[in-house]
């Protein structure tokens, strides 16, 4: 896999097709050996922007540091799903060091619950603001934004563990009207909690992250961009993702295997 200045993670929040069935590629074991994050937090502390050019998220040493997880679908779907009960046994069979609740409008309090589950199992947390449909983030269904930000800022900005990705995939609307949401929403962050990770979605469901190579935000510290692939549909996108990622830093808040639909694969 890719291991420049991108941090992958694996998984979808988006809405998906209704699969198919399929068989793993040869040379995949059907059944691996348990892997135990648990506690990784502890090791690596709070992250940061570091190393050449301040494109690499660094632990609190100043060491690059790779988080793999696993997403949520949309946290009003499938509730049952998403326990401290889950998350634990993907942290301690999976390994996974990142859990990303995909938080559409109205499920901040169900976020909240999985934050502190991912703090008392030791791992890294993203809150994403879940922007998908209607994709302009400045649409008046995300009328709440600066005010979810404020809460989650306020009741969060002490926390080693957490990271804001602030619109998902902004869709149908051209950067700047996206860039103009993004200074808007830090600005509101930063005002309480000046360090975190904040990660910003990029035109195209969050493939274009030349736009924003080119334009870069207002406050760029400690900020990074999205990038979502899907091998199914986005391979020819991978020269363009090496290619910025000299420039920007950027975070893959979503990956798979599949379509981006999510039918189909393993590709």
């Given at each position: 896999s890719y291991t420049g200045s991108c941090n992958w993670q694996n998984g979808g929040g988006g809405g998906g097709g209704s699969g198919s069935s399929c068989s793993m590629p040869t040379g995949v074991p059907s059944d691996p050996p348990?892997?135990?994050n648990t506690g990784f937090v502890g090791c690596h502390?709070?992250?940061?922007?570091g190393g050449p050019g301040g494109l690499q998220l660094v632990?609190?040493?100043?060491e690059a540091v790779r988080l793999m997880g696993m997403s949520s679908h949309g946290l009003q779907w499938f509730p049952n799903c998403y326990s401290k009960e889950s998350i634990q046994y993907l942290v301690e069979h999976w390994g996974i060091t990142l859990f990303r609740a995909a938080t559409y409008v109205g499920m901040g309090s169900k976020a909240k619950d999985i934050?502190?589950?991912c703090k008392e199992l030791g791992i890294y947390v993203i809150i994403d603001y879940h922007v998908l449909n209607p994709g302009d983030p400045n649409d008046p269904a995300y009328s709440g934004a600066e005010s979810f930000w404020r809460d989650m800022a306020?009741?969060?900005?002490?926390e080693k563990h957490v990271l804001y990705e602030i619109a998902n995939e902004p869709n149908g609307v051209t950067w700047p009207t996206i860039k103009a949401y993004h200074n808007r929403i830090?600005?509101?962050i930063r005002a309480l909690d000046t360090e975190t990770i904040i990660i910003c979605g990029t035109p195209t469901w969050s493939q274009e992250v030349d736009k924003a190579a080119?334009?870069?935000?207002?406050?760029?510290?400690?900020?990074m961009y999205t990038f979502h692939?899907?091998?199914?549909?986005?391979?020819?996108l991978i020269p363009n993702l090496v290619k910025y990622s000299s420039q920007i830093p950027i975070f893959v808040t979503e990956w798979g295997t599949s379509y981006a639909t999510g039918d189909g694969g393993p590709f």
């Open positions: 348990a892997v135990d502390g709070k992250l940061s922007l632990d609190e040493n100043g934050v502190q589950w306020t009741q969060f900005k002490g830090i600005a509101a080119a334009d870069p935000v207002a406050q760029p510290h400690n900020v692939f899907y091998a199914g549909s986005h391979v020819a």
